[in-house]
């Protein structure tokens, strides 16, 4: 249908109401995507339009509808009511319908926050931070004591920390005079001037190579037992 007139939109929603399968959400086959689709043909034979082109239409209507709904809403005038000719004919068998989506979807929205559970002490911290809003509300609970979970969690943290600190510990104590020796000297030569610095390192390591000649040069002289 190229030109969509007022009195084939009107058609079109009392051909609509007739088929709450389609749009009451409480209807048993609602869920139901081929008697859903059925549906739908009913509708293309009787206005003989296209399915697709049907279903367009039905959004744009709806999206119209729920803008109107949204203004009477926002306007303290009980008596306002929209003028858009179509306005009455939708709101007569779909006012109650979304007026409870609407509903649903605000409560849904007021439930979804952010919470955080802190433990602190023997006592635990719930805070939460309601939409719309930045700061942060909190509402303390009764103590857990008795906390059997609590009371495990803790002293698991504290036999890692004991584990960890007797490694660190142990790692320290490992250190023998080598060790020291070399930290040492190290730290000597870090108080050197750069060339000094390279001096010293190539003389300390000719120390090792001719140590390690002298001592392979003894081991070839001896016997083999």
Same mark, same amino acid.
């Given at each position: 249908?190229?030109? #969509?007139?007022?009195?084939?939109?009107?058609?079109?929603?009392?051909?609509?109401?007739?088929?709450?399968?389609? #749009? =009451?959400?409480? $209807?048993?086959?609602?869920? =139901? &995507?081929?008697?859903?689709?059925?549906? #739908?043909?009913?509708?293309?034979?009787?206005?003989? !339009?296209?399915?697709?082109?049907?279903?367009?239409?039905?959004?744009?209507?709806?999206?119209?509808?729920?803008?109107?709904?949204?203004?009477?809403?926002?306007?303290?005038? *009980?008596?306002?009511?929209?003028? #858009?000719f179509a306005y009455e004919a939708m709101d007569a068998f779909l006012g109650q319908i979304v007026n409870t989506q609407h509903t649903i979807?605000?409560?849904?929205?007021?439930?979804?926050?952010? $919470? *955080?559970?802190?433990?602190?002490?023997? *006592?635990?911290?719930?805070?939460?931070?309601?939409?719309?809003?930045?700061?942060?509300?909190?509402?303390?609970?009764?103590?857990?004591?008795?906390?059997?979970?609590?009371?495990?969690?803790?002293?698991?943290?504290?036999?890692?920390?004991?584990?960890?600190?007797? !490694?660190?510990?142990?790692?320290?104590?490992?250190?023998?005079?080598?060790?020291?020796?070399?930290?040492?000297?190290?730290?000597?030569?870090?108080?050197?001037?750069?060339?000094?610095?390279?001096?010293?390192?190539?003389?300390?390591?000719?120390?090792?190579?001719? &140590?390690?000649?002298?001592?392979?040069?003894?081991?070839?002289?001896?016997?083999?037992?």
């Amino acid at each position: 249908m190229g030109d #969509w007139t007022n009195d084939c939109i009107l058609k079109l929603l009392e051909l609509y109401r007739d088929e709450p399968i389609l #749009w =009451d959400p409480n $209807h048993k086959y609602h869920k =139901d &995507r081929r008697r859903c689709h059925n549906a #739908w043909i009913r509708l293309s034979d009787a206005l003989q !339009v296209p399915v697709t082109e049907l279903k367009k239409k039905k959004d744009s209507i709806m999206a119209t509808y729920r803008s109107h709904l949204r203004k009477k809403k926002s306007l303290t005038d *009980e008596d306002y009511k929209p003028v #858009w000719f179509a306005y009455e004919a939708m709101d007569a068998f779909l006012g109650q319908i979304v007026n409870t989506q609407h509903t649903i979807e605000s409560a849904k929205n007021h439930s979804e926050v952010n $919470h *955080e559970i802190i433990p602190v002490n023997n *006592e635990v911290i719930v805070s939460w931070t309601p939409p719309g809003q930045t700061a942060e509300t909190r509402q303390k609970f009764q103590p857990v004591e008795n906390s059997s979970e609590l009371q495990e969690a803790t002293k698991e943290m504290k036999e890692a920390f004991g584990i960890l600190k007797n !490694v660190l510990n142990k790692r320290s104590n490992e250190d023998d005079e080598c060790d020291l020796f070399t930290k040492l000297l190290a730290k000597k030569l870090k108080k050197l001037p750069n060339h000094e610095r390279e001096l010293f390192m190539y003389e300390i390591d000719g120390l090792f190579i001719k &140590r390690s000649n002298q001592v392979n040069q003894i081991n070839l002289t001896l016997p083999n037992s």
